[in-house]
């Protein structure tokens, strides 16, 4: 039997003459007098491969009337094609059915929208638009591997379940095996965590910073790429419940350092997808041009930014920028106030239209982890954070050095009324060979979102999770 060849390889190494076999899912059926085009896709490539096939074969009747996402394997010969816009196509000269589909099939040629995608989002992957955003997003996972791996970064898979909120924003899911219909109490008549399966109150993870730090502490560089869950209830476009982060962890450096290290690592996700997936991005350019969607010359946009330094400027620039730029925000710009998404939009889009890199926010603002800066006048102390916001999408990026004095770190724990207990393994990396440390979160579905151009983050996620759902 002829092993199949992926339309991919067909493409790249198959030469006129060649015999090959492939197998794909239809896209259309042209039917002639006495001859036939079949269009398959087998996911491997954004391209089509045309199939010819005659009306001497013997399964011609049958597979000239398949419908449009029936699926199929042909033996053929590489052609030239006589069709514009393809090089090649395959003249059929035996063909195996698959399993067919019917006239139900919901993903006909015409206009399918992305709600309606979203529904269906167990076949979406089948479309021309899915198919490129998740070549894409295969590609921004293996340049992030690639990326820290080459920089010396070891690969850590941090915990899922977790006892605390390193967030500190109360925004997590509970993970217990009680029974809600007969919880355990204690004599204070309160939920006797003790009698459940972690024999204590535990959470689906924020984040892997505060494992990850323990292990920067003995490995130097590390990076997590994982899974995170966060139960906000925002129903926003830019917001899952269930969502994928990268997290860098680096010994013996600070937020410079780390900064520097996010803009390079952004520039290496947009040069791998423009060197590896253009045919993707010009699909993407095109389905725009269809949607009616401005462009904005994405993959110009996206070619500048690899070539271009990111803007650096402190939150109290920030503000000042803000609250001198005559815009109406809905929120005022005000020292203290977090930066809305409105403002983050506002900065890296209109004022300097390329990434920018925010740091030293008020203490107020952020986490409890965060290096507490030296030398601020009373009720303006800031913390060695920074946000990195890109046009299009805003915070991309969450970061920060960390509070590494185990005074000042416990300190700020009790000023913001947390609970020690729970971080004494925490505070042990400030006991012993304490060193000054950074670190950033990226969202990757966020990162997936400004290299495609997709304006929402249900999108660019297989099965996006979201508050009242969790369909397929
Ligand atoms: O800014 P965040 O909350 O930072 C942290 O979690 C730190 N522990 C990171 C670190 O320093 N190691 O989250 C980091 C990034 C955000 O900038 C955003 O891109 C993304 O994660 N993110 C979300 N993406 C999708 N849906 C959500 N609900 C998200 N929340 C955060
Ligand atoms: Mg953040």
Known sequence: MTARLSIKKVFEGSKVGDEVKIAGWIRSVRKNKSFS????????????????????????????????????????????????GQSIELQGASIEIYGEADNTYPLQKKGTSLEFLRDNAHLRVRTNLFGAIFRIRHTLAMATHQFFHEQGYYYLNSPIITAYDAEGAGEMFSVSTLDPQKLPTNDKGEIDYSKDYYGRKSFLAVTGQLEAECHAMGLGGVYTFGPTFRSENSNTPRHLSEFWMVEPEVAFADLDDVAELASEYIKRLISEALEKNKAELD???????????????????????????????????????????????????????????????????????????????????????????????????????????????????????????????????????????????????????????????LGFERAVMYVTGMKNIRDVIAFPRTPKSADF
Not at 44 to 69: F, M, R, W
Not at 388 to 399: K, Q, S
Request: glycine content about 8%.
């Open 283 to 441: 699909f993407l350019k095109q389905w725009r041009k269809w949607q009616k969607i401005e462009d904005n010359n994405h993959q110009e946009t996206l070619k500048h930014v690899r070539d271009s330094k990111f803007k650096k400027i402190t939150y109290t620039e920030a503000i000042e920028i803000l609250a001198a730029s005559g815009e109406k925000f809905e929120f005022r710009p005000e020292w203290g106030a977090e930066l809305q998404t409105e403002h983050e939009r506002f900065l890296a889009e209109k004022h300097f239209n390329v990434p920018v890199i925010v740091t030293d926010y008020p203490k107020s603002c952020k986490a409890f982890y965060m290096k507490q800066n030296a030398d601020e006048e009373a009720g303006k102390e800031t913390v060695r954070a920074m946000d990195v916001l890109v046009p299009g999408v805003g915070e991309l990026i969450g970061g920060s050095q960390r509070e590494d004095s185990l005074e000042k770190l416990e300190g700020r724990i009790d000023e913001m009324g947390m609970d020690k207990d729970v971080l004494w393994w925490y505070l042990d990396l400030r006991k012993y060979g304490s060193v000054p440390h950074a670190g950033f979160g």
């Open 37 to 84: 085009f079949i269009v398959l896709n087998d996911g491997s490539c954004q391209d089509n491969l045309q199939v010819v096939i005659n009306d001497d074969l013997p399964e011609y009747d049958k597979a000239s009337n398949l419908l449009t996402g029936s699926a199929l394997a042909v033996i053929g010969k590489v052609v030239e094609s006589g069709g514009k």
